[in-house]
């Protein structure tokens, strides 16, 4: 039954990797593609793994998915965040139809400040 | 001219790499020939959806118009890689897969910062 419900988890975690996947081709900008692809495929890849430490059990090989996907859920946000910032800040344009860009009105705003 | 020699060259790179992922199928993945294995056709199931993914996260690395666009599908592409290994460890039964796994997550962070870094036109040792 456990296996099973391991297996539920490993094919909800493929599906959200290929929607990531489609998303990374699909949209129009730099932003949008960064945010679809890192919070869909994270999640997927954290769900196969969860779905691995089910399969598998208690034993070390269980725990060794397990401290997998403690360490993706801890390290891919903050490379996500590293990469937005760096390309705001080389000068990559947002999307036309954009709305609201909080990043360059504060770094304006600090400009004038000082 | 020049069009066109671009165009010849960009062929024989799609099929020098078509070669390569053949290669790669048939040689290197014997696994996908033995359906004695446990779970064989899940394992066979999720092997095709991540593929697809790889396949147009590197259409997103060869068309992407910046260069933050490639670093970003590369750092994708290496973590659809972990869940492969995660999903070849089960039917095998060889779970040093999941070794390979946790050492490309840090290397993965690790070569993402340096990336971000460049783009930011900083030193590296700042």
Redesign the interface.
């Known amino acids: 039954m456990i296996i099973k419900i391991g297996f539920g988890f490993i094919t909800v975690g493929l599906i959200f990797d290929l929607l990531g996947c489609l998303g990374l081709v699909r949209l129009p900008d730099v932003y949008n593609r960064l945010q679809a692809a890192t919070k869909c495929v994270t999640l997927g890849t954290c769900s196969i793994m969860f779905g691995t430490f089910l399969v598998l059990g208690f034993n070390t090989a269980g725990m060794r998915a397990l401290l997998c996907m403690l360490l993706l859920i801890l390290t891919s946000p903050v490379s996500a965040h590293v990469l937005a910032r760096a390309s705001h800040k080389s000068g990559v344009k947002l999307w036309g139809s954009s709305v609201c860009d909080k990043y360059a009105e504060d770094k304006k705003a600090q400009s004038e400040d000082k | 001219m020049k069009n066109m020699r671009l165009r010849i060259s960009w062929g024989i790179g799609l099929i020098f790499i078509a070669l390569v992922l053949w290669f790669i199928i048939s040689e290197s993945l014997p696994i996908l020939f033995y359906p004695n294995l446990p779970?064989f056709s899940?394992f066979k199931?999720?092997f095709w959806?991540?593929a697809?993914?790889?396949v147009?996260?590197i259409?997103?690395v060869c068309k992407g118009p910046?260069?933050?666009?490639r670093?970003?599908?590369v750092?994708?592409l290496g973590?659809?890689i972990?869940?492969f290994c995660?999903?070849l460890?089960?039917p095998t039964g060889r779970?040093w897969y999941?070794?390979v796994?946790?050492a490309w997550?840090?290397q993965?962070?690790v070569s993402?910062?340096a990336l971000?870094?460049y783009?930011?036109?900083k030193d590296f040792d700042e």
């Open positions: 779970y899940f199931f999720s959806v991540l697809l993914g790889c147009l996260s259409y997103r910046t260069a933050s666009d670093i970003v599908a750092d994708i973590i659809l972990i869940g995660a999903c460890s089960i779970t999941l070794n796994s946790i997550v840090v993965s962070f993402t910062l971000a870094k783009l930011e036109n």
